[in-house]
């Protein structure tokens, strides 16, 4: 009896034994447990307009965390709480930005020599859209409230 128990204490020794060599070690990756700044948009700012109004250079500070890839694109989009559908009034090219902080200038161009589009236009307010790196998916935005007048300068 005493032979048949050493047996098996031995086998149930050598079968941890094993299990131990033969086992993975769980590899936790330290950015797991690191809060991420989420993405966003501050203080926006018109840097420029055109005499005769129909350019603009807004600047806009940033923050991409970089969980959707490394880069990500900046678009803005005119709108105004008066009349929807004028984003076809504007033309502008995404901003291509890498993760971390950062300050961006986006130009926008007004389109007022297109058919349909007035001479003179207010918006009042100006969103801010984050893509992912090939624009089809918004993955953050940020919406200013903002005057902005388009195509001259306005009347005192």
Known sequence: MKS????LISLLLGAFGM?????QPIVIHPEIFTPQAPN?????RVAGQTNNGTELLLVVNYVYN?????????VPVIKSSRQKGIAAWFETEPVTIGQGRG?????????NDKPGVPP???SDRIEILL???SGN??????LFLRTIHWGGKPKP
């Open 137 to 142: 998916s918004i993955i953050g935005t940020g």
């Open 40 to 44: 966003g948009f501050s203080y926006l």
């Open 19 to 23: 299990v131990s060599l033969t086992a």
């Open 4 to 7: 048949l128990t050493t047996i």
């Open 103 to 111: 300050q961006i200038a986006l130009r926008i161009k007004y389109l």
């Open 120 to 122: 003179q236009f207010t």
């Open 131 to 133: 893509l992912n790196s």
């Open 66 to 74: 970089g969980l959707n890839g490394p880069t990500a694109k900046i």
